[in-house]
């Protein structure tokens, strides 16, 4: 199974910027929809963003449009979640997921352990 380890979670302030990484353990990446969900303390996993495996597609939370762009470098196995503006709402645990099910994907098959992402008012 595609093994996902995300980084670039840290504290930042309102407003500011993260750009989150997601590096995959082999070249299977480069063939799937890839994405990221979030989970905030005592609320359920939602959905943020996916992209198709070309990177041809995307696809946005309402939460998110606009401020979120994901993308993906399948030369180098690895998927990104640049984040601007970003607003208290926005602190969660990050996980990237690939092998979608469905689009937009409401699950993935493989999961990243994920990163943690708080942001100060």
């Known amino acids: 199974q595609l093994q996902l380890r995300e980084s670039g979670g840290r504290l930042v302030l309102a407003g500011g910027s993260l750009r989150l990484s997601c590096a995959a353990s082999?070249?299977?990446?480069?063939?799937?929809?890839t994405g990221w969900f979030r989970q905030a303390p005592g609320k359920a996993r939602e959905f943020v963003a996916a992209?198709?495996?070309?990177?041809?597609?995307?696809y946005y939370a309402d939460a998110v449009k606009g401020r979120f762009t994901i993308s993906r470098d399948n030369a180098k196995d690895t998927g990104y979640l640049q984040m601007n503006d970003l607003k208290p709402e926005d602190t969660a645990i990050y996980y990237c997921?690939?092998?979608?099910?469905?689009?937009?994907?409401?699950?993935?098959?493989?999961w990243g352990q994920g990163t943690q992402v708080t942001v100060s008012p």
């Open positions: 997921g690939a092998d979608g099910v469905g689009w937009p994907p409401t699950d993935f098959e493989s």
């Open positions: 082999d070249h299977t990446f480069s063939g799937v929809a």
């Open positions: 992209i198709t495996w070309s990177g041809h597609d995307q």
